[in-house]
């Protein structure tokens, strides 16, 4: 069974940073392109961040230059970091998974988490 788990998240002021992770198990990660998705209270489900199989990486424009991703195969985990953060980050972080390939869409991706709490607040 494949199962995707969120960890990571948390309460944090303006301008810090978390690291959130995306441990999978059930499958290797070696194949998969994994995507970070948030939704914000009253909003619509984002996508902010993928990383493919090759390890190709895309950013929503509202991250770049502050979250990076990344995956350890090794340890079956994608992750992200998060830096400068904002009180407009404040969301439910959500990782999916896929066949190799990143996509926009949130269709696309066929297992999810159950996401993980970021507070960004003073």
């Known amino acids: 069974q494949l199962q995707l788990v969120e960890s990571g998240g948390g309460l944090v002021q303006p301008g810090g940073s978390l690291r959130l992770s995306c441990a999978a198990s059930?499958?290797?990660?070696?194949?998969?392109?994994i995507g970070w998705f948030r939704q914000a209270p009253g909003k619509e489900r984002e996508g902010i961040s993928c990383?493919?199989?090759?390890?190709?990486?895309t950013y929503f424009d509202s991250v770049k230059g502050r979250f990076t991703i990344s995956r350890d195969n090794a340890k079956n985990t994608v992750y992200l970091q998060m830096n400068s953060l904002k009180p407009e980050d404040t969301a439910v972080y959500y990782c999916?998974?896929?066949?190799?390939?990143?996509?926009?869409?949130?269709?696309?991706?066929?297992?999810w988490g159950q996401g993980t709490q970021v507070t960004v607040s003073s």
């Open positions: 999916a998974a896929r066949g190799h390939y990143c996509s926009p869409y949130e269709g696309n991706f066929g297992s």
């Open positions: 059930g499958f290797t990660l070696d194949y998969y392109a």
């Open positions: 990383i493919s199989s090759s390890d190709g990486t």
